[in-house]
């Protein structure tokens, strides 16, 4: 059985990743360019199904200041991530979820996307970071449900 | 460093704020108008945006045993918060994150509402309770991005 | 005040409990029906509003495997899962929280079912498993809202 410390810093990161995750729908409708970039490693990779990737802090952040997101805030939306099963192998981790994409229009809220979620993350020395995130839609292609094989 | 103590006491801060918000959609599906005024503070605040301000716990507790909150349920609904990012500050805290409310129909079920919410809380004798909640749709208005704004 | 170890054990519960039920989802929008399976007792219980009862790793599975859950991943589904609040008693617990399942059409996505659910669990030699889950949409009916009573 771990030690004391082992088992507190385990519930630590788990407790991070969660925080991380949660952290980017609110800094996405937020439209926190920045803020979003940086829970991403400096060369980290956001590949969103349909937009191709986006790697390194200044062409994540283009995803929240670029026309796509722009025209989602000015109708209104909001990112709702699901809830994520964390699997921690020392200093890197796997996060696997959901996510939601509601917009508003002019009739009302609508489901706009919802996708799977696999995230690649570090732990270092300002804490987690995400290494790498595939986002894609699950519209009954095999490549969305793909994301959510266990680790390797 | 902080020691196992403190890392212990603020894990399990996190964790109780996550239930307490967990705790809310629960309640408020119930129709249990107590129960949801239990999570606040004496004289705590809801902030509804288009529904105005409730402050106590009868006027909180009004807003569920009253007509709005009544018919919503008479139809159907789903009150399913987002996950939260929590920033702790000693014995106050502020939460942020999505909530969603779904609603039942002759066409099924759809998304009624989307919205930011930022979630102020205190620890006292009997654990965290919510001093103010603010929710506003996120229907492209900048009031309910800002309730994303970080923690000042 | 319980000591150190009660206190992380509990936390260790509870973290393990928002895995197990975050998986769940994850797994069901995979199609792993044996992976679904496995989140229950060797004899475990998923009561599903409207679909009856299915007992059993053999009969649980068969859900997934068959074609209510096919056609839905045919199409693209989601099956979100909301947070969950959850009461602890020795090596039983209780969590409840809503679930969506959201699925793709000719139109886009929408909302094909909102949901209550209980979750009762047990935490054996290889942790948590789920004694029974019901599930019930949140369509008007009381059956649905009962299943967010808290614990007796």
């Known amino acids: 059985m771990p030690d004391r410390d082992d088992r507190l810093t385990l ?9 991380l995750i949660a952290r980017y729908g609110v800094l996405a409708d937020r439209g926190d360019a920045d803020g979003v970039a940086a829970l991403w490693e400096t060369d ?5 199904g349909g937009f191709g990737e986006a790697r ?18 000015a109708d209104g939306c909001a990112h ?12 890197v981790a796997l996060a ?6 509601v917009r508003h229009g002019a009739g009302g809220f609508e489901v706009f ?3 799977a979620n696999s995230w690649q993350l570090r732990k270092g020395s300002e804490g987690w970071r995400v290494i790498r995130r595939d986002n894609a839609p699950l519209d009954g292609q095999q490549a969305a449900r793909a ?5 390797v």
């Open 56 to 73: 390194g802090h200044a062409e994540i952040a283009a995803l929240i200041s670029g026309p796509v997101h722009q025209a989602l805030m």
């Open 44 to 48: 980290g990779i956001y590949a969103v």
């Open 113 to 115: 996307r919802a996708s």
């Open 11 to 19: 519930l630590e990161d788990r407790d991070a990743i969660r925080d």
């Open 147 to 151: 994301l959510f094989d266990p680790p």
């Open 80 to 91: 709702v991530m699901g809830p994520v099963t964390i699997d921690i192998n020392g200093d």
């Open 96 to 101: 696997r979820g959901h996510s939601l994409v």
